[in-house]
C-alpha cells in the first residue's frame, strides 16, 4: 500500500480530510483498472436487461460472444506483446492468410485436420516473420507489422484473386456458429477462454511472465539479469500468429467463406481491446482480466447500441468515445494519484525540516 | 488481490451464463411476434431492412419506399439497419439483431453471397422468412431473390436508345469501367452480336472501347479523347454509374454535347439535367419500385401467401402481376430507357 492510501495521523479529525478519505478510496478503485471495468460492463448490463428486450437472451448472448470469438483471441497475445514493447498490428491480415491458404486445401478436396495444420503452419511463419524483424534485427514492431499488415493482405488477394472459397469444411461451420453442448458458450469463443487463461497464468504465475513484464519494464535490465528477451519477443510473435490462425479459422467459420477480405480492419478491435484493458503503452504493465473485462464491455456495449437498432457508424463513434475516454480517466486517475503521494510525502517530511 | 477478486468474478460470471443457457436448453431466436404455429403471421409484419450501407442513397430510396408500402397496407413496422462497412461480415451483427427483436421477414441486400448465410440460416429456422434485393445471398439461406433488372438487357437498350438518338448511322464508341468489369463485358458483347445480326444497326459502326476506371476525372478525359480523336463520332455508350455523369458533363462544358450523344447507365438523379437537354439517355430502373416490391413480396411470404415456386404468381399493390422464376427470382422488370419524357417517374 503506498503513501496516498492512508492519510496523515494529524488530518484525522476535520471534515477535509474525510473528503479526501473517500477521494483516496474512489482512486484506489480507479487504480484497478479491471474492477472499474467490471463495474462498468455490470452498468451496461443492468441498463440493458432493464431498458432494452431481449438484451440477455440466450441467442443475443450467443451471438454476441461468437461475434468477439476472433477479436478476443487474438488480443491475448497481441497485450502480451504491448507489455514486451512490441506491438502486432498485422493480426487480421495474418488471420486472413493463414485462412486463405488452408482455403487451398480444402478447396482441392484435401482433408480438414490438413487444412488446420496449414493454417497453424503458415499462422507460425507469418509470427515468425514478424519476430525474425522485430526480435532478431530489433526493427520498430509497429512498423514492421504495419508492413506485413499490407503484405499478408495483398497475398491474400494474390492467392485467391477476387473470388472467395465457399463452401467450408464442417468443422469451420461448427467453429463458428456452434454452440458447447446444449450451453450458450459458443465454440467461437473457447479458443479465446482458453488463451485468457494462458496468458492471465502465464504472466502471473510464472516465470516466464516475470521475464515478460521485466522485459517490458526495462529491457536492458532484463537482459543483464539473464532473461533472453530475443527468443521471448520471437516467440510471442510466433504465438500471435498462432492464435491468429485461430481466429482465421472461426472468422471462416463464421462468414461461411474464405475470402480476402476476411476480418479486414479487425486489428482496431484487438488493439481497443487491449488498450481499453489498460495495458501501458509504454510497456512493463497490464493485466490480462482487465483486458478480458475490457472484452467484455465492449462486447456488451456492442449489443446494446445494437439492439438499439444504432447504426454502424454511430457504433464506431461510441467505441472511439469509450476508448479515448478511457485513456484520460486513467491518465487523470494516475496523475491524481501521483500529486497526492508527492504531497504526502511533503507534509511528513516538513516537520523535520523545520525543526 | 484485486486481481483475484477480478478473475473470481470473471469465472463466476462465466459460469452464470452457462448455466442459464443450460436450464433453457437450446439456443434460438426468440419469435416474440403473432407468428402461428407453422411460422405463417396473422396480423401486422414487422420487416427488417439489411442494406449494403446504411448511408447508400440507393438504399434509403428503397428504405423510403417500403415505409410508404408498410405506412399504406397499415402495417407501419420497418426496421432499417445501418451497417457502416460494406463487407459481408459487418451485416452478421445486423441479422442476429433483427433475429433478436423478433421481425417476422428479413429484406436483406447482400455485401457478398456468404458472409451471411449461416446467421440468415438461423432466422429462418427462428421462422423469419429472408428476401433478397438488389444483390443476392446464397440461394439456400433465402426464400426470393427481388431482382431490380434483367441484366442481360441492360447492353441491347443502352444500345436501342442510341440509336434512336443518332437515327441508327455514324460511328460511336464505348466508354466502359474497367478492362475486368464482368457486367461490363457482357453488355459490351451483347452489343457488338446486336450490331452484327440486328440489320436495323447496319449502318452504325462501334470504333473503339476505352475505359474510364471507375474514376470521374478519368472518364472526363477520355471522353473528351474519344471526340477529339474521331472527328465523326455521333455518340457515345458509357455503361458505368460514375461515368456517364462525368462524360456528360465534360462534353457539356466543352460545347460537344449534342453534336455527340450519351446513352447509358447511372443512377438518373446523377444525369437528370442531361437528359433534359435531350443528347442523353439513360438505361435504369425505379428504385422506388424494387423497395416496394421487396416489401409487398417480404410481407405475403411472412403470411404464406406466397411460396419461392418457379411459375407462382402474385400481386403487388401499384405494380400489378409478378411471375416467380427459377431458383425463386423474381424481375422488377426491364430496365427502362429514361428519356425527357419519362424523368420525372425516377425519383433516384
Same mark, same amino acid.
Given at each position: 500500500m503506498n503513501a496516498a492510501m492512508k492519510p496523515g495521523?494529524?488530518? #484525522?479529525? /476535520?471534515p477535509a480530510s474525510r473528503v479526501s478519505t473517500a477521494l483516496s478510496t474512489v482512486v484506489a478503485g480507479l487504480r484497478s483498472w479491471s474492477g472499474l471495468l467490471a463495474g462498468a460492463t455490470l452498468l451496461v448490463i443492468a441498463v440493458g436487461a432493464a431498458?432494452?428486450?431481449?438484451?440477455?437472451t440466450p441467442f443475443s448472448l450467443a451471438t454476441a460472444m461468437a461475434t468477439l470469438g476472433p477479436a478476443a483471441l487474438m488480443a491475448f497475445p497481441v497485450a502480451l506483446l504491448v507489455i514486451t514493447r512490441d506491438i502486432d498490428i498485422s493480426v487480421a491480415s495474418t488471420a486472413a492468410l493463414t485462412a486463405a491458404c488452408s482455403g487451398l486445401v480444402f478447396a482441392a478436396q484435401g482433408p480438414t485436420p490438413v487444412a488446420v495444420a496449414v493454417a497453424l503452419a503458415v499462422g507460425a511463419v507469418c509470427g515468425a516473420v514478424n519476430g525474425f524483424f522485430v526480435a532478431v534485427l530489433e526493427l520498430p514492431a509497429l512498423l514492421v507489422t504495419l508492413g506485413t499488415l499490407a503484405l499478408f493482405r495483398g497475398l491474400c488477394y494474390v492467392i485467391l484473386g477476387s473470388t472467395p472459397i465457399s463452401p467450408i469444411p464442417d468443422f469451420y461451420a461448427a467453429l463458428g456458429n456452434n454452440t458447447v453442448g446444449l450451453t450458450i458458450l459458443p465454440w467461437a469463443l473457447v479458443p479465446a477462454i482458453v488463451a485468457a487463461l494462458v496468458a492471465g497464468v502465464v504472466l502471473r504465475g510464472l516465470p516466464t511472465g516475470r521475464r515478460v513484464l521485466a522485459t517490458g519494464g526495462n529491457p536492458a535490465t532484463a537482459r543483464y539479469s539473464g532473461v533472453r528477451t530475443r527468443r521471448l519477443r520471437f516467440g510471442l510473435f510466433v504465438a500471435s500468429g498462432l492464435a491468429a490462425a485461430v481466429a482465421g479459422m472461426i472468422q471462416a467459420g463464421l462468414t461461411s467463406q474464405v475470402s480476402p477480405d476476411l476480418a479486414l480492419g479487425m486489428e482496431l478491435d484487438v488493439i481497443t481491446m487491449v488498450f481499453l484493458g489498460g495495458v501501458s503503452v509504454l510497456g512493463g504493465k497490464g493485466s490480462i482480466p482487465a483486458v478480458v473485462w475490457a472484452a467484455a464491455l465492449l462486447m456488451f456495449i456492442r449489443k446494446f447500441l445494437q439492439l438499439n437498432n444504432v447504426s454502424g457508424y454511430a457504433q464506431g463513434i461510441v467505441i472511439g468515445v469509450v476508448l479515448i475516454g478511457s485513456l484520460v480517466v486513467t491518465n487523470a486517475a494516475s496523475a491524481l494519484v501521483e500529486r497526492r503521494r508527492r504531497s504526502a510525502v511533503s507534509a511528513e517530511s516538513t516537520p523535520a525540516t523545520t525543526s | 488481490m484485486r486481481f483475484r477478486i477480478a478473475t473470481a468474478t470473471a469465472v463466476l460470471a462465466m459460469g452464470a451464463l452457462v448455466s442459464t443457457a443450460c436450464s433453457s436448453g437450446t439456443v434460438s431466436g426468440t419469435s416474440s411476434t403473432t407468428a402461428g404455429a407453422n411460422g405463417c403471421v396473422s396480423g401486422p409484419v414487422k420487416v427488417g431492412i439489411i442494406p449494403k450501407l446504411g448511408t447508400d442513397p440507393y438504399m434509403v430510396t428503397v428504405k423510403n419506399a417500403a415505409e410508404a408500402a408498410a405506412a399504406a397496407s397499415g402495417n407501419s413496422d420497418v426496421i432499417y439497419t445501418s451497417p457502416s462497412d460494406a463487407s459481408g461480415a459487418a451485416q452478421i451483427p445486423f441479422v442476429n439483431q433483427l433475429i433478436s427483436q423478433g421481425v417476422n421477414a428479413i429484406m436483406i441486400s447482400g455485401s457478398?453471397?456468404? /458472409?451471411t448465410s449461416a446467421a440468415l440460416k438461423k432466422a429462418q429456422d427462428a421462422g423469419i422468412k429472408v428476401v433478397s434485393f438488389d444483390s443476392d445471398v446464397a440461394s439456400g439461406s433465402r426464400g426470393f431473390f427481388v431482382n431490380q433488372a434483367d441484366t442481360s438487357l441492360i447492353g441491347a437498350q443502352m444500345l436501342t436508345a442510341m440509336g434512336d438518338m443518332i437515327d441508327h448511322e455514324g460511328d460511336f464508341a464505348v466508354l466502359s469501367s474497367?478492362? #475486368?468489369?464482368v457486367n461490363q463485358n457482357a453488355w459490351i458483347d451483347t452489343i457488338r452480336a446486336t450490331l452484327s445480326s440486328d440489320p436495323r444497326y447496319a449502318k452504325m459502326n462501334l470504333v473503339t472501347v476505352a475505359y474510364g476506371e471507375e474514376k470521374a476525372d478519368v472518364n472526363s478525359q477520355k471522353a473528351l479523347e474519344l471526340v477529339r480523336a474521331y472527328p465523326d463520332l455521333k455518340g457515345i455508350i458509357v455503361p458505368a454509374g460514375i461515368g456517364l455523369p462525368a462524360a456528360a458533363e465534360a462534353l457539356s462544358k466543352n460545347g460537344y454535347l449534342g453534336k455527340v450523344k450519351l446513352s447509358g447507365l447511372a443512377p438518373v438523379s446523377l444525369v437528370k439535367q442531361y437528359i433534359a437537354t435531350g443528347n442523353v439517355q439513360d438505361v435504369w430502373w425505379n428504385v422506388p419500385d424494387l423497395g416496394t416490391l421487396a416489401y409487398h413480396t417480404a410481407v405475403q411470404y411472412a403470411k404464406c401467401q406466397i411460396e419461392p415456386k418457379d411459375g407462382a404468381k402474385y400481386s403487388v399493390p401499384g405494380l400489378g402481376e409478378f411471375t416467380v422464376g427459377a431458383d425463386g427470382q423474381v424481375l422488377l422488370g426491364p430496365p427502362t430507357i429514361v428519356t425527357p419524357q419519362n424523368t420525372d417517374s425516377f425519383p433516384f
Open positions: 495521523p494529524r488530518h #484525522t479529525s /476535520s431498458s432494452v428486450p431481449n438484451f440477455l | 457478398d453471397v456468404n /458472409s474497367t478492362q #475486368t468489369a
